[in-house]
């Protein structure tokens, strides 16, 4: 079994929630926990940080763990989901879990796998586990994949348990509420631990506190989100909270020095990828992952920083989105173009016409839609891309 028949039996034999939606979502720690115990509880001789949060988790998992390989520290980051490689989501200090481990593990592991009826998240949680323990990793950094309580990483007890920020998202299975969405992010909160919270706010702060004091756990609230590290607005609020939570971890050795440069060498020590990166000038292309209220909402403020003459923005979404209300953040004078990403769940032309009328420039091909676009626009014009992550796999090619 070579890599890439071993990556084609995990999206084909177990279900993979960014392509299938809520038909994968499989909550619940009991699959997983008896899948790491068939793997001989790689998890439990580990030191971990936990992050989970509607909007920035991945990014603040990114800048901690950079920060930490700027101290010196072999740090181990799960997150999700990949852009083109599913290698992307396990990294030992910014290398990517190697196709041979890859193969040996699913080869190894498969029949439980199936008979275990693990999701595609548990699978890939499983296999970052054993690989972090056979490398030795410090610390591992690790991206909640959807809520906190009942998500497979929740079988961790952290040295710490951040959550960056609550807002509207996955309402269908997370609940209709801030507060609701909120008791399900606190989930990850463990017994005399420490948590972080990102960002106040007024409706889950009594929440938190709450849960904190019953798991007789540190609460430490974020009081330098408004300071200024970066150009980029909502990067700010990440930074700020990752500088947060590392000047709040005990037993770590890490300078002033340390967290400047593990903010500056981010994308070096980590592969950050995805958030407002620039993918070519004249004209300047930009790709951004914002795909809720929030995210869209910082869009907008970061549109607003730049100069260009014609604004085009490329949005293809996940079906289910109620996505005029995000449409609605974005600059009135912008030129919108509609496209579907090349998954099952991409929304398509129907679905995007019941939520903003009839009239929409439409292309099903997303490569199709972005030449188009290029072809039209002037040097001094900018182009955005976002909605959702797999339009960049599907655009990056024609670039």
């Not at 998992?61 to 930490?68: D, R, T, V």
């Not at 290029?374 to 001094?380: F, L, M, R, W």
Request: aromatic content about 10%; charged content about 25%.
């Amino acid at each position: 079994m070579n890599y890439k028949e071993s990556i084609d039996w995990i999206l084909e034999k177990l279900p993979f929630y960014q392509e299938k939606g809520n038909e994968a979502y499989k909550p619940g720690l009991e699959r997983i926990s008896s899948f790491l115990e068939v793997l001989s509880n790689p998890h439990k001789s580990l030191k971990f940080i936990h992050v989970a949060g509607t909007n920035g988790k991945g990014s603040t998992c990114h800048y901690i763990s950079s920060i930490l390989q700027e101290s010196g520290y072999s740090v181990g980051l799960f997150t999700s989901p990949h852009f083109f490689d599913y290698r992307e989501r396990i990294r030992t200090n910014n290398k990517k879990i190697t196709k041979s481990y890859v193969n040996e593990f699913i080869r190894s592991n498969k029949e439980i796998a199936e008979d275990l009826s693990l999701s595609f998240f548990e699978l890939s949680f499983g296999l970052a586990a054993k690989y972090f323990h056979d490398n030795k990793i410090d610390v591992g950094i690790i991206e909640v994949g959807l809520g906190g309580r009942l998500d497979a990483t929740n079988v961790i007890n952290p040295l710490m348990s951040i959550i960056t920020n609550i807002s509207l998202d996955h309402t269908d299975l997370l609940g209709e509420t801030i507060k609701e969405i909120a008791l399900e992010k606190s989930g990850i909160i463990k017994r005399d631990s420490v948590a972080i919270i990102g960002e106040k706010n007024n409706l889950t702060n009594k929440i938190f506190t709450k849960i904190a004091k019953e798991k007789n756990s540190k609460i430490y609230f974020n009081n330098q989100s408004d300071k200024s590290y970066s150009d980029i607005l909502y990067q700010n609020k990440n930074i700020s909270t990752a500088i947060f939570a590392i000047k709040n971890l005990i037993g770590f050795n890490i300078s002033k020095l340390n967290i400047e440069n593990g903010i500056k060498n981010v994308i070096e020590n980590t592969g950050y990828f995805g958030r407002w990166f620039k993918l070519s000038e004249d004209p300047t292309v930009l790709v951004d992952v914002a795909h809720n209220i929030s995210g869209f909402e910082y869009l907008a403020l970061q549109i607003e920083k730049l100069n260009y003459n014609n604004l085009h923005i490329i949005l293809g979404f996940v079906k289910g989105k109620k996505i005029k209300e995000l449409i609605d953040f974005l600059p009135s004078r912008a030129n919108l173009y509609f496209t579907q990403p090349s998954i099952f769940r991409g929304m398509d032309q129907e679905e995007l016409s019941r939520n903003i009328g009839k009239n929409f420039n439409f292309d099903k091909n997303p490569g199709s839609q972005f030449l188009k676009v290029k072809k039209i626009a002037s040097k001094d014009d900018l182009i955005i891309i976002t909605g959702s992550n797999f339009l960049i796999n599907d655009i990056i090619d024609n670039e």
